[in-house]
């Protein structure tokens, strides 16, 4: 049973920082990509950040200020947020991927707000 569990999020200033975690209940090593997306009030949920192997690809609005990164070790991927808008308010969602089937976490909140 493939469990995805989010931690991190929270309320934070304009311009600061946050970190997300994704633990997962198997070897990370099992998934061909792991990745974050988010889903603001009233919009779809989107790609922010995906990794595949030492492959990272990256939404545009958040290029230079997010980064995905993985530890094998402790099977987790974080992603580093960095310069963080009011625009990137969102509930954030760990994805991974298993012989085409995705997995999804139950997500971690993230208000940017003063």
């Known amino acids: 049973q493939v469990q995805l569990v989010e931690s991190g999020g929270g309320l934070v200033q304009p311009g600061g920082s946050l970190r997300l975690s994704c633990a997962a209940s198997?070897?990370?090593?099992?998934?061909?990509?792991m990745g974050w997306y988010r889903q603001a009030p009233g919009k779809e949920r989107e790609l922010v950040a995906r990794?595949?192997?030492?492959?990272?690809n990256y939404a545009d609005s958040v290029k230079g200020r997010f980064t995905i990164s993985r530890d094998n070790a402790k099977n987790t991927v974080s992603l580093q947020m960095n310069g963080l808008k009011p625009e990137d308010t969102a509930v954030y969602y760990c994805n991974a991927r298993m012989s085409a089937k995705d997995f999804w976490g139950k997500g971690t909140l993230v208000t940017v707000s003063s």
């Open positions: 198997v070897s990370i090593f099992s998934f061909s990509a």
């Open positions: 990794i595949s192997g030492s492959i990272t």
